[in-house]
């Protein structure tokens, strides 16, 4: 599965006790994956989180996560963090070992030195998070 980052994805931290960092921006990504029809993805609330059209995947600003769940938080590894998190939360159209492999082929393209570290962590362990973060409804557009 590859991604790469086509823009976006500026990160800030937050002051909620659970998620720590806010995409401050749009975060666009190019997908190896191809969905037939466009889907969007809504919180509980209703409020759309993100979109999903050919190749291109855009969570929208205001997402919020809570950065590496057992790494420490490093700049150039919190936009695969992110888009992880999300494809964790949904835990649909991909499996989880494309959802790492994604996480790892953005890593690689923002040269996030620890990526190969990373991806076997989330390997190993990331079974326990896969589609428990919330509730996520998709819906055709």
Same mark, same amino acid.
């Given at each position: 599965?590859? *991604? ?12 909620? %006790? ?8 749009? @975060? ?9 029809? %466009? +889907? ?16 291109? @995947?855009?969570? =929208? ?19 695969? =963090? ?11 159209? @991909? ?8 996480? @790892? ?8 030195? *620890? ?8 390997? *190993?362990?990331?079974?326990?998070? =896969?589609?428990?973060?919330?509730? +996520?409804?998709?819906?055709? +557009?």
């Amino acid at each position: 599965m590859i *991604a790469y980052i086509i823009s976006g994805g500026r990160m800030e931290r937050t002051t909620h %006790p659970k998620w720590k960092y806010r995409f401050a921006d749009d @975060l666009v990504v190019w997908m190896s994956h191809r969905v037939e029809k %466009p +889907v969007e993805f809504r919180s509980e609330s209703g409020y759309v989180i993100a979109r999903w059209e050919g190749h291109i @995947l855009t969570i =929208f600003a205001g997402y919020v996560m809570d950065g590496a769940s057992c790494w420490p938080d490093h700049e150039k590894g919190m936009r695969g =963090f992110g888009v992880h998190d999300f494809g964790y939360q949904v835990a649909q159209i @991909l499996t989880r070992r494309q959802w790492d492999q994604v996480m @790892l082929s953005i890593h690689a393209h923002d040269r996030y030195k *620890a990526r190969h570290v990373v991806y076997a962590g989330v390997r *190993a362990g990331g079974w326990g998070s =896969f589609g428990k973060r919330g509730y +996520v409804e998709i819906h055709e +557009v």
